[in-house]
C-alpha cells in the first residue's frame, strides 16, 4: 500500500478511536471541564459561595501560601488521610480478594453468602451512622461488649497478661482513626464483587495445567491466579487510593458534620474541606485545597500506573 | 453464554425512557392565570405534613395564589446558598438564627420594615413572645418574621425520683441543689462496677453551657456583639461547675457514651435522671407509658435563672418577584389559624402569645407546657454574628478540649477569649439589645 | 484419602463463610431488629427481637410518607442512569481499551483525574450549569450525564476487562471483515459480561443511594427517590430509628434482587483452549 494509503488508514483509525470515545469527551468538555476550570481559578479568589459572581476578590496564591505556611489543620488532616490511607488500601484490596476467593468456589448457597458479605456495603447513608454509633458505644456498644466478653474469658482461664484493650473508639483521639479503618472495611463488598468478576475470566486450562504439573493450591495463586487478574488487581489499588485520600461521606456522618472528631483526629483532608467551603464560608480556599489534593492524587496515580508496566499482565494486550 | 436478549432489552428500556419523559411533563396542576410563590423549608415528615395544611388554608383564604413547597430533608443551608448564588431563592424562605446574620450581610433578605407598617391589624407585635422579633433584627431593620421557638426546661424521671426516696425538684431550686440531686441519683444498680444510672448530662457544647454561663452572671459576647466576654470570673465559675459535675462527682455518663441517643430516650430509658432539654421532644414523650416524667423550670445560679430560647423565622427573598404574596404567606402563617396549627402539633412553640395559651397549653395531659411559656421570661437567644461558622468551630474544640479533662476551665475560657476575639476583628458587628 | 481431603477443606470452607457471615452482617441484622421495635426499645439494652414485632412500623412508613412514589421515582432515576451508563461507558472502555488513536494515552489519564477533585467544590458550577439550562427540579441532570460515558469508574474497569480478553477472537474477526462495532457488541460485550453486571449491581447502588443530588436537583418533595424519603424520619431535633429502618430495609430489596440476578452473569467466560493454533 502507498503512503497515501496509510495515511488514510490511519485518519480513519484515529477517527474511529474518538468517535467510540466521544459520548466521554463530549460529557467531558461540557460538564467537568467547565467545573474543574471554575474551582481551579476560584482557587485563586476569596468567595464566601454565596455573593454573586462578579464581586469575587481575587487575591492571586495567597490562599496556597497560607494553606502552606499558617495553617496546622492542613498538615493535620493531610496526616489523617495519609494514616488512614495507609492502612486501609492495603487491608483493603487484600481482605477483599481473600474474600473474592472464598467465595469463588461452587458450593451450594454461595449466592447467600455474597450476598451477606456485600450487605453492609449498602445500607443507606444515615442510617449506616446510627448502626456504627450502637457498635462503637464504649460503654454499650456490640464491639466493646465482645471485647469484654473476651477479656472476661481471659480472666477466667488466668491469661489476663493477654488482655485486649477496650478503647473509647470514635471518642478517643488514638482509636478514632482505627474505628474509620475498620468501618471501611465492611464496605470490602464493592471491590470484592470486582475481584470475584475478574477471577471469572482466569481460564479453567491455566489450572488445569498447573494441577498437571502437581502445583500446591498457594502455587497456584501465586502464579496463576494472581498475574491473571491483576488487571483487576491494578483497579481496585487506584480505586482505593482515590477513594481513601477523598473519604469523606463515613467520616461526615459518623462526626454528626464537620466536627472532625476528639482533637481533629478524624479530621480527613475532604472533610476539613468541606468545612472550609460550607461551613467558614471560604470557597476559594477550599478549591485551592482542592486542587493541593488533585496534585496529590494524580502524582501517586501515575507512578502507579507507570509501575504497572512491571507488574500487570493484559492477556489481550496489543502495543 | 446466553446472548443478550435484545427485544426484551429495546422494551424494557422505551419503558423506562417514556416513564422519564412522562415524568418531567407532568406538572402539579398548572392552573392559569395564578401567582406562584415557593416556600423552602427544613424538617421531618411532620413538617412536610404541617405545610401541606399551611398551604391548604393559605389557598383558601387568597384564590389567587398557588404556593409551591420546597422540602429539604437535609442540608437545608447548603442547598439554599446554591440557590443564592444561582438566584434562584424561593420566595418565602425558612430562616434560623444560625446564619441570619450571614445572609443579611449579604443581601439576600428583603427589609420587611414597610410590609410590617402596613400590616393588618390582627398582627399584633405585642403579642409576639419576648426575644422572638429581635432575633430577626440586623442592624435595627427586621429582614425575618418569628413563627415559632422554642425554650429549655429540665425534663426529669419521676419514678427514678421515687425509688430513691427524693423530693421532685421545686420551680425555685438551684444549681447547687440540682447537683446534690445529681448525685443521689447517680447509682450502680446491677453491682458490676460501671454505673448504669447518672444524675444529669448537661452537654460541653456551646449551646449546653451558655445557659449556666448567663445563671453565674457571665456572658458569650459583650454587648455590641464586637467583642468577647468571656473571660471572666463568673465565666470560669460556671464552666468550673460544669466540670466538676463531670469529673468530681462523676455525675454524668462520659463523652459519647450515650452517643446518638436522641434526648427524650437517654430519659425514657432510665439512663438519665435529668436532662435540660427544649418543648419540642414533648410530642415524643407524651405517648410514653413506660415511665413517668415532668418538667421543672431551670435552677437558679448566682445571677438568677438563665435557658436558651431559639427561634425560626420566615424571610422574603429580596429578589423574589412577588414579595407582596411572600409577605401575605407569612401573614397567613402568623394568623391564629396558621399558629393553631403549629401549635396543634404541640413540637415547637407558636410565637403568638395567644396562640400559645389556646392551642399548645392543654389540660388533656399531666405535663407542664405553661412552663415552657413562662420559661419565656428568662429565656435569652443564642448571641449571633455574621462569624458565626468560624466561631462555632472554635467553641466546639475548645469546649471539647474542656470536657476530655484537656484544659481546665481557666485555660478554657482564656483560650476562647482569644480566639474569638480574633474572629470577630474580622467582622463588623450587629447591636442588639442586652448583653448576651 | 481424596475424599476426606475434600470433606475438610468443605467444613473449613463453609465455617469460615459462616462465622465472616455473622459478623458482616450484624450491622445489618441490628437494623432488622430496630425496624421492629417501638422508639424507646430501639436503645434498650439486650432487646434483640421485642414480642411481638411491631410489623406496623412498615406500615407506618407508608402512611407517613408517600413511599412508594419515592419508589417509582428511584426506579426511574435508577433505571435511566444504568441504561445510560452500561452502554456508554462500554463504548468508551472499548475506544480505550482495543483502539488506537492519537491522544489515547493522555486522555485516559484525564479520565482518570476527574475522579481526583472532590465533589464539593464541584457542586456550584455544576448547579449554574443545570439551572442555566433550565433542568432544575427535573432528574435530568441526575440520568443525563450517566449518558456520556457513565463516569470514569465504569469506564475504567470496562477497559480492564477487555484487556483481558484475547486477541484471537478479535483478529480472526477481524480478517473475515467486522467493524469495530460488530467486533465490540459481538465479541467483546459478551464476553465481559461479569465485569458488566459487576457494574449493574455497583451503580444501582450508588444511583439507588445517591442523597446529594437529588436533594440539590430536585424541589418537590413529589419527584423524590427513597435515599431522601428514609431521610424524612429524622431532623435537627429527633429521630425516629423504627421508621428509618424499616424505610431503609424495604429500600433495600431492589438491591439484592438485583444482586441475586447479578449473579447469574458472574460466570466464567470463553473457555479459549481452543484458539491456540
Known sequence: ????????????????????????????????????????????????????????????????????????????????????????????????????????????????????????????????????????????????????????????????????????????????????????LWGLGGSMLIYLAGLQGVPSHLYEAADLDGASAFRKLWHVTIPMISPTIFFNVIMSIIGSFQVFTQVYIMSGGHAGGPNNSTLVYVLYLYRKAFVELEMGYACALAWFLFLVILVLSVIIIRSSALWVYYEGERR | MGRIPTRKAGASCGLLLSLLL?????????????????????????????????????????????????YSPGEYHRKLRLQFISKTACDVIM?????????????????????????????????????????????????????????????????????????????????QEFRELSRALTKDLDGDGKIDQFGCNLGFDWLSVEPLIWAYGGHILTKDRSRCAMQSPETIAALQFIYD??????????????????????????????????????NNMRDVEAMRWDVVHVPSGPAGKATRVSWDGLAVYAHSDHPREAWQFIETVLSDEGQRLLGSLQRAMPVRRSAV???????????????????????????????????????????????????????????????????????????????? | MKGGKRRGKQIVTYGSLILLSIAFSLPFLWAVSASFKSLEEVFMRGVWLPMPPRWRNYAQVFSKIPFHLFFLNSVIITGGALLGQLFS???????????????????????????????????????????????????????????????????????????????????????????????FWQ?????????????????????????????????????????????????????????????????????????????????RGIVLTGMKG
Not at chain 1, 465482645?146 to 488466668?158: A, G, K, Q, V, Y
Not at chain 3, 427517590?225 to 425516629?240: R, T
Open chain 2, 245 to 282: 459535675l463531670k469529673f468530681e462527682d462523676r455525675v454524668m455518663p462520659g463523652t459519647g457514651e450515650l452517643s446518638g441517643m436522641a434526648t427524650e430516650i437517654q430519659i425514657l430509658t432510665g439512663r438519665i435522671a435529668m436532662l435540660q432539654a427544649a418543648a419540642y421532644i414533648l
Open chain 3, 187 to 267: 465479541i467483546m460485550v459478551p464476553l465481559a459480561k461479569p465485569a458488566l453486571a459487576t457494574i449493574a449491581v455497583l451503580s444501582f447502588i450508588g444511583h439507588w443511594n445517591n442523597f446529594m443530588g437529588p436533594l440539590i436537583y430536585l424541589d418537590s418533595y413529589q419527584k423524590f427517590p427513597v435515599a431522601l424519603g428514609i431521610n424524612m424520619f429524622k431532623d435537627a431535633y429527633s429521630i425516629y430509628p423504627h421508621y428509618m429502618m424499616a424505610a431503609s430495609i424495604m429500600a433495600l430489596v431492589p438491591v439484592l434482587v438485583l444482586f441475586f440476578l447479578a449473579q447469574k452473569y458472574m460466570v
Open chain 1, 1 to 184: 500500500m502507498n503512503s497515501r494509503g496509510h495515511w488514510r488508514k490511519s485518519v480513519l483509525r484515529n477517527l474511529e478511536g474518538y468517535l467510540f470515545a466521544s459520548p466521554w469527551i463530549l460529557g467531558f468538555l461540557v460538564l467537568t471541564a467547565g467545573s474543574m476550570l471554575f474551582s481551579f481559578s476560584l482557587s485563586f479568589a476569596e468567595w464566601d459561595a454565596q455573593t454573586p459572581l462578579r464581586e469575587i476578590d481575587w487575591v492571586g496564591l495567597k490562599n496556597y501560601s497560607e494553606m502552606v505556611k499558617d495553617d496546622e489543620l492542613f498538615y493535620k488532616s493531610l496526616y489523617n488521610t495519609a494514616y488512614y490511607t495507609l492502612f486501609s488500601v492495603p487491608l483493603r484490596v487484600t481482605l477483599a480478594l481473600l474474600l473474592a476467593l472464598l467465595l469463588n468456589q461452587k458450593v451450594k448457597g454461595i449466592a447467600f453468602f455474597r450476598t451477606v458479605f456485600y450487605l453492609p456495603s449498602v445500607v443507606v447513608g444515615a442510617a449506616t451512622a446510627v448502626v456504627w454509633s450502637w457498635i462503637f458505644n464504649p460503654s454499650y456498644g456490640l464491639l466493646n461488649g465482645l471485647l469484654h466478653r473476651m477479656n472476661l474469658f481471659l480472666n477466667w482461664i488466668h491469661l489476663e497478661a493477654l488482655r485486649i484493650p477496650e478503647p473509647e473508639w470514635l471518642l478517643s483521639e488514638a482509636w478514632s482513626k482505627p474505628a474509620l479503618i475498620l468501618m471501611s
Open chain 3, 89 to 183: 461507558s462500554a463504548l468508551v472502555a472499548f475506544s480505550f481499551a482495543r483502539l488506537r488513536w492519537f491522544g489515547r494515552d493522555f486522555f485516559f489519564i484525564l479520565m482518570l483525574s476527574t475522579m481526583m477533585l472532590p465533589a464539593a467544590v464541584t457542586l456550584v458550577p455544576h448547579f449554574i450549569l443545570f439551572k442555566s439550562l433550565g433542568w432544575i427540579d427535573t432528574f435530568l441532570p441526575l440520568v443525563l450525564p450517566s449518558y456520556f460515558g457513565g463516569g470514569a469508574f465504569s469506564i475504567f474497569l470496562l477497559r480492564q476487562f477487555f484487556k483481558t480478553i484475547p486477541t484471537d477472537l478479535e483478529d480472526a474477526a477481524r480478517i473475515d471483515g467486522c467493524s469495530s462495532f460488530r467486533v
Open chain 2, 22 to 70: 412522562g415524568v418531567q411533563c407532568t406538572r402539579p396542576d398548572d392552573r392559569q392565570g395564578k401567582t406562584r410563590i415557593r416556600f423552602s423549608f427544613w424538617g421531618s415528615f411532620v413538617e412536610l405534613q404541617l405545610w401541606e395544611e399551611m398551604k391548604a388554608l393559605h389557598e383558601e383564604r387568597h384564590p389567587e395564589v398557588v404556593v409551591d413547597l420546597q
Open chain 2, 95 to 175: 430562616v434560623d438564627d444560625e446564619f441570619f446574620p450571614t445572609y443579611c450581610s449579604a443581601k439576600h433578605l428583603l427589609d420587611l420594615e414597610p410590609f410590617i407598617e402596613e400590616r393588618t391589624e390582627w398582627l399584633r407585635l405585642e403579642d409576639f413572645l419576648p426575644t422572638s422579633i429581635e432575633s430577626f433584627t440586623y442592624k435595627g431593620t427586621r429582614y425575618a418574621m418569628p413563627w415559632d421557638g422554642f425554650s429549655m426546661l429540665v425534663f426529669y424521671n419521676k419514678d427514678l425520683f421515687d425509688r430513691e426516696g427524693l423530693p421532685y425538684p421545686e420551680d425555685n431550686w438551684t444549681w
Open chain 2, 357 to 436: 395559651l389556646s392551642h399548645y397549653v392543654t389540660e388533656d395531659t399531666p405535663q407542664k407546657e405553661e412552663k415552657f411559656l413562662e420559661a419565656m421570661e428568662y429565656g435569652r437567644p443564642t448571641p449571633i454574628t455574621e462569624a458565626y461558622g468560624e466561631m462555632q468551630i472554635v467553641m466546639a474544640n475548645e469546649l471539647e478540649r474542656l470536657s476530655l479533662g484537656s484544659s481546665t476551665p481557666a485555660e478554657t475560657a482564656a483560650a476562647l477569649q482569644r480566639k474569638v476575639d480574633e474572629i470577630l476583628a474580622d467582622y463588623r458587628t450587629l447591636s442588639m439589645g442586652e448583653d448576651q
